[in-house]
């Protein structure tokens, strides 16, 4: 039986699954204080047991994306909010290279804020 977590990324289509796994891979290889939690029906990643992000496929775009959780304290130019008052996204094209340069400064952005 697959837990929670493991099945939102089985039940994905290909190429958004395969996006989604090595987001998640490489979201957990980045800091070892990051942790992977199920919250709201969703997976979460955790730093040192506050939330900083979460994984989700965007319904209108049907593109994979990076959920920031304080994404209002980060600026980057590729970081959108829609209509939302404190998260920012980071749409992922599933079919191109993952840009993990730019990932991975969201990340250590994101792990500055919450180390406080």
Same mark, same amino acid.
């Given at each position: 039986?697959?837990?929670?977590?493991?099945?939102?990324?089985?039940?994905?289509?290909?190429?958004?699954?395969?996006?989604?796994?090595?987001?998640?891979?490489?979201?957990?290889?980045?800091?070892?204080?990051? %942790?992977?939690?199920?919250?709201?029906?969703?997976?979460?990643?955790?730093?040192?047991?506050?939330?900083?992000?979460?994984l989700w496929v965007h319904k209108k775009h049907?593109?994979?994306?990076?959920?920031?959780?304080?994404?209002?304290?980060?600026?980057?130019?590729?970081?959108?909010?829609?209509?939302?008052?404190?998260?920012?996204?980071?749409?992922?094209?599933? %079919?191109?290279?993952?840009?993990?340069?730019?990932?991975?400064?969201?990340?250590?952005?994101?792990?500055?804020?919450?180390?406080?």
């Open positions: 039986m697959l837990s929670p977590i493991d099945n939102y990324y089985f039940q994905k289509e290909e190429p958004v699954k395969s996006c989604l796994q090595f987001l998640r891979a490489h979201i957990l290889k980045s800091d070892p204080s990051i %942790t992977e939690a199920w919250k709201y029906g969703m997976p979460f990643f955790c730093y040192k047991g506050k939330m900083i992000c979460y049907l593109q994979p994306y990076l959920g920031l959780v304080e994404g209002k304290s980060i600026h980057h130019p590729d970081l959108i909010s829609e209509k939302r008052a404190k998260m920012k996204i980071l749409l992922i094209d599933a %079919t191109k290279d993952i840009p993990v340069n730019k990932i991975n400064k969201i990340l250590k952005a994101m792990i500055a804020l919450r180390a406080d």
